[in-house]
T-cell receptor, first 110, second 114 residues
Framework: QQQVKQSPQSLIVQKGGISIINCAYE??????FPWYQQFPGKGPALLIAIRPDVSEKKEGRFTISFNKSAKQFSLHIMDSQPGDSATYFCGGGSNYKLTFGKGTLLTVNP | KAGVTQTPRYLIKTRGQQVTLSCSPISGHRSVSWYQQTPGQGLQFLFE???????NKGNFPGRFSGRQFSNSRSEMNVSTLELGDSALYLC?????????????FGPGTRLTVL
């Protein structure tokens, strides 16, 4: 049972553009929704996270939009840069564990 | 502050062998979680420990086991290795006692089973 569905699998964006990655979850017990960024050969790094009582959270160029009724959330990367090229994972957290989406490979062309 | 460290970084084993991986959490973090990452299945939760107690476990066979020591360091063991166990094994630590949700990952141990 895939509890977190992430789309798209891959995304190509031009430098300066907006990257948008979407996730949908099934488990209403999730009370924490993080986004992680992973570069090849590295472990995932926490990028930004949100709790379900908040509809939006912004940190620099990264914004999470959260829709509790639709059980969906998304990551927006403004002014995307080549250095943002990485794999991004969304997750849902509850009961001491994180459940992840399958990941989105983002490529930002210069 | 030093991050999560994992040893060894790379391992090559043959089918039927067993392996032990080690994780040292960020100083002050008492929760340690383990994940398996593969291209096909993505990141999958193995188990989580807090104060030497396993609080949650994922859907993996009993060949996968773990433990945590009093200094919060953790080990995971895989017995009777199978080809499908080839993966990147990631350890994550968290400060939170209540949920362990804000997790910080180590670089992982790349296990290859031949």
């Amino acid at each position: 049972q895939q509890q977190v569905k992430q789309s798209p699998q891959s995304l190509i964006v031009q430098k300066g553009g907006i990257s948008i990655i979407n996730c949908a979850y099934e488990n209403t017990a999730f009370d924490y929704f993080p986004w992680y960024q992973q570069f090849p050969g590295k472990g995932p790094a926490l990028l930004i996270a949100i709790r379900p009582d908040v509809s939006e959270k912004k940190e620099g160029r990264f914004t999470i939009s959260f829709n509790k009724s639709a059980k969906q959330f998304s990551l927006h990367i403004m002014d995307s840069q080549p250095g943002d090229s990485a794999t991004y994972f969304c997750g849902g957290g509850s009961n001491y564990k994180l459940t992840f989406g399958k990941g989105t490979l983002l490529t930002v062309n210069p | 502050k030093a991050g999560v460290t994992q040893t060894p970084r790379y391992l090559i084993k043959t089918r039927g062998q067993q392996v032990t991986l080690s994780c040292s959490p960020i100083s002050g973090h008492r929760s340690v979680s383990w994940y398996q990452q593969t291209p096909g299945q993505g990141l999958q939760f193995l188990f989580e420990y807090f104060s030497e107690t396993q609080r949650n476990k994922g859907n993996f066979p009993g060949r996968f086991s773990g433990r945590q020591f009093s200094n919060s360091r953790s080990e995971m063991n895989v017995s009777t290795l199978e080809l499908g166990d080839s993966a990147l094994y990631l350890c994550a630590s968290s400060f939170s006692a209540s949920g362990g949700n804000e997790q910080f990952f180590g670089p992982g141990t790349r296990l290859t089973v031949l």
